[in-house]
C-alpha cells in the first residue's frame, strides 16, 4: 500500500508547504482518536527541536490533540530518544517528537511513539493516515470533555539522570577534554550539562540555536567545524549530534572522524567482554562496511544486516533480542536503555571505554581497516530502471567479478527518484570499476 504522508521516520517535508497547522492538526486528532483506549484522562507529550516551525506545528497538534479530548504535556527542546523514554515512564498514551532530524530549519516532520516507547507500527500509522483523510467532525470531543495542555518543567533533568545513570556506577570523565557539537538542535542544553555533570572539561560549540541555524555548519552532518576545535583546543574526543540527538560521530583527539561502524565495534567489544550482550552479534544495516563484519566475525560475533534505516535495526533487534545495533551514519541504538537512536547515550558509552583503558580515543576507536567502498548515485526520471534485462545482467557481472572479496548493493533511494550503487571490496580499483559498470547500465535507462 503506497502511504500519502508517513515516510520511514514518521511524516516529514517543508515546513509551511508540506508539514502545514493544517496537516498538524489533523494529525493530532487522528492519533489521539486511535490512542484514546479506555476511560482514564488520555495525554500526551510533546517534543521538539529548535526550529522555528516547531511553534507552529506544536500549537496545531495541541489543537488536534485537545480537541479529541486529550490532555498535553509541551516539554520544549529536547532529544528525540528522550521522548520515547518520556512517553513511557510518564505514562503517557503517547508521544510526539516535531523534527526532520539531520535536515536544515526549512524542513520539520512529525515522529509518533506508542506508550511503550517505540516508535509507530506500519499498521498503526495507516490507521493514522486513513484517519486524516476523513472525516472526523463527529468524533470530536464535547465542549466538557476538550483536552487541556500545560507546560512540563524538569524534563531536562531527568533525561540528563538518565543518560548518566547508562554508565557503570565507577566511570567519571574527570580528566577528559571534550569537545561536543549539539547543531544547534534539540540536545544543547542536555548534552554538554551531562557531560559537566559527569566531570568532563566540556567544550560547546552548536548551542546557540535561533530557529534557523539547526544543522548549518555544525553537528553529525556537518564535522570540519568540531574537527578544527578539536585540534585547537587539543581535546581528547569530540561528540558532534544531529537536530534531534538521535544519531552521533565522534572526533578523535587528532581530528580524525570516527563513524557509525566503527563505534559498533567499539561497544560490541566492550559489552562483550562485560557478558552484556544478550546475543552473540549486532544487528546493522546492509551499508556497512565488511570490515565490520570480518572484525566482529573475529571476535566470534556475527553481524546480521537489514535494509537501510533505524526502523529496520530496531525491528529486528526486538525480534530477535539483541541489543546492540546501528548504521555507518551513527544512528546506534542500545535497547537496553532506549526505544530508538539515542546519539548521546551512544557516545558516554564510548567514552566509558576510553576513560577505562586510559588511551587515546584514536586507538580506542580504531577497531578495524575499512574496505574501500565506493558509493554513486543516478536519478532518473520515471520507471523501474532496476527491472531492466540490460541493468540485472550488468549487476550481475558486477557481482561475479567481486566475489566473495566484496560486496555490491543497489537500491532504489527511499525519499527521490534516485537509484544507490554502492561496492566494496579488497581491490579498490576492481570495486570502482564495477561500480562504474553498473552506472553507465543505469544511465543508460534512467534519462
Sequence with gaps: MV??????????????????????LKVGQ???????????????????DTRLSGYMIETALVAGFTSVGMDVLLTGPIPTPAVGVLARSM????????SASHNLYADNGIKLFGPDGYKLSDQVESEIEALIDSDLSKRLAKSDDLGRAKRIDGVQDRYIEFAKLTLPRAIDLSGLRVVIDCANGAAYKVAPGALWELGADVISIGVEPDGMNINKDCGSTELNAICHKVREMRADIGI???????????????????????????????WKEDGRL?????????MSN?????????????????????????????????????????????SDY???????????????????????????????????????????KNGKPLENAGVRSAIASAEKKLGRGGRLIVRPSGTEPVIRVMGEGDDKSLV?????????????VAA
Design 3 to 24: 502511504r500519502r504522508y508517513f515516510g520511514t521516520d514518521g511524516i516529514r517535508g517543508r515546513a509551511n508547504r508540506v508539514i502545514t497547522p493544517e496537516l498538524a
Design 30 to 48: 487522528a492519533a489521539g482518536l486511535i490512542f484514546k483506549n479506555g476511560e482514564h484522562r488520555h495525554r500526551v507529550l510533546i517534543g521538539k
Design 91 to 98: 505514562r503517557a498514551d503517547l508521544g510526539v517528537m516535531i
Design 240 to 270: 558532534a549530534l544531529d537536530g534531534d540527538a538521535d544519531r552521533v560521530m565522534i572526533v578523535d583527539e587528532r581530528g580524525h572522524v570516527v563513524d557509525g561502524d566503527q563505534l559498533i565495534a567499539v561497544i560490541a567489544e566492550s
Design 278 to 286: 544478550t546475543k552473540s552479534g549486532v544487528v546493522a544495516t546492509v
Design 290 to 334: 565488511l570490515g565490520l563484519e570480518r572484525h566482529l566475525g573475529g571476535l566470534g560475533l556475527e553481524l546480521i544486516r537489514t535494509p537501510v534505516g533505524d526502523r529496520y535495526v530496531l525491528e529486528h533487534m526486538r525480534a530477535h533480542g539483541y541489543n546492540v545495533g546501528g548504521e555507518p551514519s551513527g544512528h546506534i541504538i542500545l
Design 338 to 380: 532506549t526505544t530508538t537512536g539515542d546519539g548521546f547515550v551512544a557516545a558516554l558509552q564510548v567514552l566509558a571505554v576510553v576513560k577505562r583503558r586510559g588511551k587515546p580515543v584514536s586507538e580506542v576507536c580504531h577497531r578495524f581497516e575499512p574496505l574501500p567502498q565506493v558509493l554513486k548515485n543516478v536519478r532518473y
Design 432 to 444: 570502482e570499476a564495477v561500480v562504474d559498470d553498473v552506472v553507465d547500465a543505469l544511465t543508460e
